[in-house]
């Protein structure tokens, strides 16, 4: 069985609810994993090329059909191919609305800087209940101003090097 029948037989298990297995994580595949999603790719790509103006991808496995449609199919061929790269792959789902620990993670600080940055208005926040929400749009917003920022004082930083014959 290899990577794309394995993903069609989890879909059809009535047993196993997407919403109980996300996020999943395969880290470090194995040299045999590599390889079946080597083979995989090389299927997936023969099948991506008559996919053209179709919505969707008709799967059969054990005799039951499966259709993927074509964004997904797309994401499964990604997942294969950096599998078979032997990278690590995660794969989870995406909120609108996060906790305050969710858009900590996301921008990778601490949960008390971020409320201190939601509490100075730096974030747009709300409040469910006695819980704050954020919404992803706005943490993915002051993440990309705060690499503005920072990329704007390093072209200062090293104009002024430069300036100074630091040889930056």
């Known amino acids: 069985m290899n990577f794309v029948s394995v993903i069609a037989f989890a879909t059809l298990t009535k047993s196993t609810k997407i919403s109980n297995i996300m996020p999943v994580t395969l880290k470090n595949p194995t040299a045999k994993e590599q390889t079946e999603a080597k083979l995989s790719v090389a299927a997936l790509k023969q099948v991506r090329s008559s996919l053209e103006g179709k919505k969707a991808v008709v799967f059969e496995v054990e005799g ?20 078979a790269e032997g990278k690590s792959v995660k794969i989870s789902v995406v909120n609108e609305e996060l906790t305050t620990q969710e858009a900590a993670d996301l921008l990778q600080v601490s949960r008390p800087h971020l409320v201190k940055l939601l509490d100075t208005g730096k974030i747009p926040s709300k409040k469910v209940g006695s819980h704050r929400r954020v919404k992803r749009s706005d943490v993915l917003k002051y993440e990309s ?11 200062f930083l090293a104009k002024e090097a430069q300036e100074m014959g630091l040889g930056y």
Do not use: Q, S, W, Y
């Open 145 to 155: 101003d705060l690499k503005e920022i920072r990329r704007k004082g390093l072209e």
């Open 64 to 83: 039951r059909k499966i259709e993927v449609p074509r964004k997904a199919f797309l994401l499964i061929e990604k997942v294969l191919h950096e599998v």
